[in-house]
């Protein structure tokens, strides 16, 4: 009984052993030394050298159980709470088949975007958001061909929108809003691929004009506002827009005719934000077919004109439609 016993504790510690292994010791070694770079943050405790990486238990670490290579594919450090100001962890780069990387709401994480993060060539989605990191837009992306989504909202970045983020043949979106980016958009962002569908750069420096080549995109998601662009806004309308939910362009210098636009394709338009520019002109008619609209404002503008009845133009507050030129009729009081 006791040999039997002895044997049934010898495969308890094989199995441990062999679980414990799941986790590349190249992987592990990064993790640790990531952990290390940010000061060992309490938030990463479960990060322990005796335990398996692909254990649910270390916090925010995912391995590739589907193929079974159980090597890290996905790492969320997000709301870190770092003992003192810190960059980010270099170390990262040595995690070669990371596909998702996710660095949200951490206070003290500053300094640049490091060039080792180009290193990593299976990277498909990343999110570097509410941050403290500085420094320009890195043009190094241009190099990540297997790039989907790159967001770098709400962070310290300066420096100009790099021409080059259109040539990266998968990429479907990015959301730079809340920095501190100046210059103007680049024409090269007319060109990103045809499935490309989310831009938003809102609360930034940029100034200049739209660039003309804007019009060939047909986005669902474009957020320019509360910029200092201006002139021709108009090349963001069109008759090639189907896949338009959400524009919002306010705050901006932006003056052109908004009732000649054309946006007849745009059935799920659902948020359409003009307030705050120059535009002039009369509310199209076409406004009263968007079954989905939730979020219209055209204030503070120089329209004129009766506003279009039909639709949901009605139900939306006077507010939405106040401080223009002389624009009238419901909500506002009536044209006379």
Not at 95 to 112: A, C, E, K, Q
Not at 193 to 203: A, D, E, G, N
Not at 301 to 330: M, V
Request: glycine share 6%; net charge positive.
């Amino acid at each position: 009984m006791a040999r039997l016993s002895i044997i049934v504790l010898i495969m308890v510690l094989l199995c441990r052993t062999a679980l414990s292994e799941l986790c590349n010791p190249q992987d592990k070694q990064a993790l640790l030394q990531i952990k290390n770079e940010l000061g060992n943050p309490t938030t990463l405790s479960s990060w322990l050298p005796n335990t398996d990486c692909c254990n649910p238990e270390w916090e925010g670490v995912s391995c590739d159980i589907d193929t079974k290579t159980y090597r890290v594919n996905s790492l969320d450090l997000s709301d870190l709470s770092l003992p003192k100001p810190y960059p980010i962890p270099s170390s990262v780069a040595n995690l070669p088949y990371l596909s998702f990387l996710y660095i949200s709401r951490i206070n003290n994480l500053v300094g640049p975007i490091p060039p080792s993060i180009a290193k990593l060539t299976k990277l498909r989605f990343l999110y570097i958001t509410y941050t403290n990191v500085s420094g320009q837009i890195p043009h190094f992306l241009s190099q990540m061909k297997t790039l989907v989504t790159i967001d770098f909202s709400y962070n310290a970045l300066s420096g100009t929108l790099p021409p080059s983020l259109s040539s990266l043949p998968h990429l479907l979106g990015i959301s730079f809003d809340g920095n501190r980016i100046s210059g103007a958009i680049p024409a090269s962002f007319g060109s990103f691929p045809k499935p490309f569908t989310v831009l938003t750069l809102s609360r930034n420096r940029l100034t200049g004009k739209i660039p003309a080549t804007l019009a060939k995109l047909d986005l669902a998601f474009l957020d320019l506002s509360q910029n200092m662009l201006e002139g021709d806004a108009s090349v963001l309308f069109g008759e090639n827009k189907e896949r338009l939910q959400k524009i919002n362009l306010a705050k901006n210098l932006l003056a052109f005719d908004l009732g000649k636009i054309r946006l007849s394709k745009a059935k799920d338009l659902a948020g359409f934000d003009l307030r705050n520019n120059r535009i002039y002109g009369s509310l199209p008619k076409v406004l009263t077919s968007f079954k989905y609209l939730k979020r219209l404002n055209v204030s503070y503008n120089n329209l004129c004109g009766e506003i279009p009845k039909g639709g949901k133009l009605q139900r939306f507050d006077e507010s939405c439609y106040a401080h223009n030129k002389c624009l009238c009729g419901s909500p506002l009081p009536a044209c006379t």
